[in-house]
């Protein structure tokens, strides 16, 4: 991604991406369709209250796995080939250790997060045994995004498509099986949920022990590193601490929403899956520039770098006003696919109509703080979004719905928030402070030739 055309680069890239990322959401979407249509209300109500929960740990590992994304793209556009070597492997161990303990501490403590969050009694079994099934397959989703991480910073978006496409078709053809053919009820859509996703995972950890590249993995060097374990969570803690703080917050804003009751939830739970679409055009152009910047701050063409930036911002910002238009005025038809129930109609809409209007200010938040990751600067995205998405959403809705106690307020607590943490991080990006930080990537790039033009590009 260091040469040719930048539009073109960023679009190429990103649309495997976006298209897997579609197929990853079809998972848990999937069954909140199969459940919300041939289970019952409250066994929607389940899926939705487990879902905060397994963001939570899932939205760390993500943010852990973009330190691994950024440091591999910096040495693949370095050229520096046993360092990338140390890069994967390093990463590939981290995540096993990672996937191991998730899956402990999910199954084990499944009841404890869920009265946390103060889940009705009503869906508490049927949420207890939906989350303890699906943390059996957190170590399989886990390593199936750490190899989709390695294969995205070196440029390769399409294969993990490939896989994510087979898996997603399995996961829904098991859907139906298990919940419409064999009355599997909740317990179904988990079990085929688990199938599917450690079928993603064989495929992409076989494409990288059989792979004849640069970011091949090999048992032999599955060895604890400690120097290059530090220099990924350098990146990857600060955003995952972000993430998992994030997750954490919109746990507790759904022990809000639980105290409205089950229509109010599975209005939610319904209205999130729409959410996990909207935000993925957003989420993927985001990734994109961390490997377009990451590979060009790699090569010294720090001009180009930030060039994507702003290819990416405008590619963002007309695809995610267009997505939101749509979905204001035909809303109610898309919530009808998750239950035909007034109730969860009436409270997906309200969200609709109120999170709408002011959405695109969370897509300036997320490319400007890729940017920065991609560039090696992970702190101040972390500080800004967890200002704004946790410490601001938290102290608005606790102030807010003493005052007024009612569901609008906690649908409020999001867009503000967006439209903080947006101005936050693009006057953060222009100021240039920060730039100065990133010098030191490229002066400890050994064989590079940094010139002068390439330093000051930064300031």
């Keep these: 991604m260091t040469e040719g055309n930048i539009f073109k680069q960023i679009l190429i890239f990103t649309l495997p991406l976006l298209l897997g990322n579609i197929f990853q959401q079809l998972y848990n979407t999937v069954d909140v369709i199969v459940v919300g249509n041939y289970v019952g209300k409250d066994a929607l109500a389940a899926v939705g209250a487990s879902t905060p929960i397994i963001n939570m740990l899932v939205g760390f590992f993500v943010g852990v796995s973009t330190g691994a994304s950024v440091v591999i793209a910096q040495f693949f556009g370095a050229g520096d080939k046993r360092k990338l070597r140390d890069a994967v ?33 009503e869906v508490f079994d049927n949420a207890v045994l939906y989350l303890r099934i699906y943390f059996f ?38 859907d139906v099986s298990f919940v419409v053919v064999f009355k599997m009820g909740i317990a179904g859509v988990a079990w085929a949920t688990l199938v599917a996703q450690v079928m993603s995972a064989v495929l992409v950890m076989l494409l990288l022990f059989k792979t004849q590249e640069g970011y091949k993995v ?24 972000q993430q998992l703080i994030t997750a954490v917050s919109n746990v507790i804003v759904q022990s809000y929403v639980n105290q409205f009751g089950s229509a109010a939830i599975a209005g939610f739970g319904a209205y999130l899956k729409i959410d996990n679409f909207l935000i993925l055009p957003i989420q993927s152009i985001a990734l994109a520039v961390i490997t377009f910047t990451g590979q060009n701050l790699g090569a010294g063409k720090i001009k180009r770098a930030k060039e994507g930036v702003r290819v990416a911002l405008i590619i963002t910002m007309v695809s995610n006003i267009t997505m939101c238009l749509i979905l204001f005025f035909a809303g109610k038809y898309v919530l009808r696919i998750f239950s035909p129930d007034q109730g969860v109609m009436y409270y997906g809409n309200l969200l609709i109509k109120t999170f709408m209007p002011l959405y695109f200010t969370l897509g300036i938040c997320l490319i400007y703080a890729g940017a920065m990751r991609g560039f090696g600067e992970a702190i101040a995205p972390m500080v800004i979004m967890t200002s704004c998405f946790v410490v601001l959403r938290q102290a608005f809705l606790f102030i807010g719905t003493h005052v007024v106690f009612s569901f609008n307020v906690v649908a409020l607590g999001y867009p503000i928030t967006w439209v903080a943490a947006g101005i936050s991080t693009y006057l953060y ?28 590009d930064f300031l």
């Excluded at 060895?223 to 601490?241: C, E």
């Design 137 to 174: 397959s957190i170590g399989a989703l886990m390593i199936y995004n750490i190899g989709a991480a390695i294969l995205r910073a070196v440029g390769d978006s399409k294969r993990p498509l490939y896989f994510l496409c087979f898996s997603s078709i399995v996961n829904i053809v098991l």
């Design 89 to 121: 492997h390093a990463s590939v161990l981290a995540t096993i250790v990672l996937g191991i303990l998730f899956t402990v501490l999910g199954v084990g403590f499944s009841p404890v997060m869920l009265r946390i969050i103060k889940t009705p009694h």
């Design 429 to 456: 990006y222009k100021k240039g402070k920060w730039s100065k930080k990133c010098l030191g990537v490229l002066d400890n790039n050994k064989g590079l030739e940094i010139n002068d033009t390439s330093r000051t």
């Design 218 to 241: 090999e048992l032999k060097y599955l060895i604890y590193n400690g120097d290059m374990i530090k220099r990924i969570m350098a990146i990857g803690l600060p955003s995952g601490f």
